[in-house]
């Protein structure tokens, strides 16, 4: 397995959230821009696990909203970096919805996010040492 893999995989970030009456819009589901948050701030811890650089958001990409996400529902996020370059690196996250009270869960959201890392003064950096 390569160094990259290697860091892929423990840089992996799971969240666990619930679905609160104050993150959800008017069809009592939660509301598409906290999921957008929420998917950020994963990919971001994981973005910044994989590098140990300071990275920041610069794109997203191909988000898919399958199914609607009720109040009263677990989430999981699971962000992965799935691509690398020479400043960057994009990350995967999927979110999944459980239901509190049954095993049913399923995959309900999928996006990419690219980050770079930036020096001091805030501009580009190698996102790993060569």
Same mark, same amino acid.
């Given at each position: 397995?390569?160094?990259?893999?290697?860091?892929?995989?423990?840089?992996?970030?799971?969240? /666990?959230?619930?679905?609160?009456?104050?993150?959800?819009?008017? $069809?009592?589901?939660? /509301?598409?821009?906290?999921?957008?948050?929420?998917? #950020?701030?994963?990919?971001?811890?994981?973005?910044?696990?994989?590098?140990?650089?300071?990275?920041v958001t610069?794109?997203?990409?191909?988000?898919? /909203?399958?199914?609607?996400?009720?109040?009263?529902?677990?989430?999981?996020?699971?962000?992965?970096?799935?691509?690398?370059?020479?400043?960057?690196?994009?990350?995967?996250?999927?979110?999944?919805?459980?239901?509190? $009270?049954?095993?049913?869960?399923?995959?309900?959201?999928t996006g $990419?996010?690219? /980050?770079?890392?930036?020096?001091? #003064?805030?501009?580009?950096?190698?996102?790993?040492?060569?």
């Amino acid at each position: 397995m390569s160094e990259i893999e290697i860091l892929k995989n423990k840089s992996e970030t799971r969240i /666990f959230k619930a679905v609160f009456p104050n993150t959800t819009n008017h $069809y009592d589901t939660l /509301f598409g821009g906290t999921t957008l948050h929420m998917m #950020d701030e994963a990919s971001f811890i994981c973005a910044t696990r994989f590098s140990r650089k300071k990275m920041v958001t610069v794109s997203t990409d191909k988000i898919d /909203f399958t199914t609607p996400i009720p109040q009263g529902s677990i989430v999981e996020l699971v962000a992965r970096v799935d691509k690398v370059g020479r400043s960057s690196c994009v990350v995967k996250t999927e979110v999944f919805m459980e239901d509190m $009270y049954s095993d049913d869960r399923e995959k309900v959201v999928t996006g $990419y996010f690219t /980050f770079v890392a930036i020096g001091e #003064d805030k501009k580009p950096i190698l996102i790993l040492s060569e």
